[in-house]
């Protein structure tokens, strides 16, 4: 779907399309769009809503039918605003009349506008229109009004002013607008209001209830091992900016990491937006299907459109298989699931998409085709030189020094244990410390992971499919599985 400009609504317009599907959540800008490139073709725009009919002039109110009706009457050149089209469009008698009167647009140089957040057409109407979809307001845009708005109270700094743009972008023109008024209260911009901007923006984008902003609070460092996934990722570091362009490179699009739970699939994805320093967000596929304001074509629309506005991002989508395991028996979660791919196909804004799975068999095929993502990545359990870096790193996270521990020892004591049972091992061990009124020990670690029952002897033949299939499939997240490939 093209994006909505002036110049791309002119050329459908000259080259025969009479009707257009534009989808937006802001109509203020979408009139504002339809009125320039009317105006630069020597055409007015005229409105038509179901309450007030065309221009306001309560002629054609009632329903589709009765607008249409009042359009065929008007015989100069227009653009025809048909707003909360998707609200219209089962008036079966007013489908009929549109496509009688489409050849008539094109003879008075008419064209009709379908306007709505999400636009499901007719399969009558399919084939002959265009359809195009309003970006959320870019930096560019975002710079322009917020200028203007601060005029009153001097030039904000321009600094200051690209961290109020960068904090609101993923807000609609009018949101941002608010924002900003709130922010400054009437003074001049400063830091303080810079930071109201970005407070207030997480707070206006929960609306968006497959979305939801995370604060990245540990980097890569704070991973243990995977280290040839680690190395994969720092290679594309650059590969985001103008330079990496130049030089031929596309826009990284994303990898999905598939292992055995609790071996740091999510905390990955989390640690790539913090070094990279990019926002992180989350994509929560069950959110958008249980939303009783939007549907979930909706809602996934507008979470791509967020993402690709703020972008350069991090996009995280934890168990995705999850999300589309009903995509075989049912119709929505399959056109959900197939304008998701799509997405992931055609994307063109550098959002970095980092998607998690456990379990490959509800994996569908076509998520794993070439093009969706950069690389697919095997995430096992810890070998005995990750679950020392593992243990060290959790120690230290609770302000001990790991050079106190005998960490050989206890990673070979902790074997087929995964990240995420270490790390409570640790817990376990202060737990018993403090009890006792005294300092950590080696004992203490060494009881709590003899006492740990592993993931593994729970779903031993699970995780063993699981390797199986990625050894052909995937590729290795930890340097030693890639040498142990090697050597196989």
Not at 5 to 20: K, Q
Not at 329 to 336: G, K, N, Q
């Amino acid at each position: 779907m093209s994006a909505a400009t002036p110049d791309e609504l002119r050329a459908l317009v000259r080259s025969g399309w009479r009707l257009i599907a534009l989808e937006t959540f802001e109509e203020d800008r979408a009139q504002a769009l339809l009125e320039r490139a009317a105006a630069s073709g020597g055409a007015a725009c005229v409105r038509w809503t179901l309450a007030s009919g065309l221009g306001d002039t309560g002629r054609g109110a009632g329903s589709l039918d009765a607008g249409l009706t009042a359009i065929a009457e008007h015989r100069e050149p227009a653009l025809f605003c048909l707003l909360d089209a998707h609200r219209v469009l089962d008036d079966a008698q007013g489908v009929r009349r549109l496509r009688d009167l489409l050849p008539e647009l094109g003879a008075r140089r008419q064209a009709v506008v379908l306007v709505g957040p999400v636009l499901e057409l007719p399969l009558e109407l399919s084939r002959d229109a265009a359809r195009l979809e309003l970006p959320l307001p870019g930096a560019a845009e975002l710079r322009a009004v917020f200028t203007k708005l601060g005029e009153k109270s001097g030039t904000p700094p321009p600094e200051l002013l690209d961290a109020a743009v960068r904090g609101a972008l993923g807000l609609s023109s009018g949101e941002a607008v608010r924002v900003f008024r709130k922010a400054c209260h009437g003074a001049a911009l400063d830091a303080d209001a810079v930071a109201e901007i970005v407070r207030d923006k997480r707070r206006a984008l929960r609306r968006t209830p497959a979305l939801a902003f995370h604060d990245a609070e540990a980097g890569l460092g704070d991973v243990g091992g995977l280290g040839e996934l680690k190395r994969w990722l720092s290679e594309r570091r650059r590969a985001f900016g103008e330079e990496a362009r130049r030089f031929g490179l596309p826009v990284p699009r994303g990898l999905l990491l598939l292992g055995v739970q609790g071996c740091g699939k999510s905390l990955c994805a989390k640690a790539v937006a913090r070094e990279w320093h990019f926002p992180l967000l989350r994509l929560d596929l069950a959110s958008a299907f249980a939303s009783s304001s939007q549907s979930p074509e909706a809602a996934m629309r507008e979470a791509s459109l967020v993402a690709e506005s703020i972008a350069p991002a991090v996009l995280w989508v934890d168990e995705i298989e999850k999300g589309f395991a009903a995509a075989d028996s049912d119709p929505r979660s399959s056109r959900v699931f197939g304008s998701f791919l799509t997405w992931l196909s055609e994307k063109r804004s550098p959002v970095f998409v980092v998607a998690t799975a456990n379990d490959v068999s509800r994996l569908p095929p076509e998520l794993l085709r070439r093009g969706r993502f950069d690389e697919l990545f095997f995430v096992d359990l810890p070998t005995q030189r990750e679950r020392a870096e593992i243990l060290a790193i959790h120690l230290r996270r609770h302000h001990r020094d790991p050079a106190h521990f005998r960490l050989d020892e206890l990673a070979a004591a902790s074997e087929r244990l995964t990240g995420a049972e270490l790390e409570q091992a640790v817990v376990a061990g202060l737990h018993a410390a403090f009890a006792a009124s005294r300092e950590l020990g080696g004992d203490d670690l060494t009881n709590a992971l003899t006492q740990t029952v592993p993931l593994y002897e729970t779903y031993e033949e699970r995780i063993k499919e699981l390797r199986d299939w990625a050894r052909t499939r995937a590729r290795p997240a930890s340097t030693d599985a890639r040498m142990l490939d090697l050597f196989a």
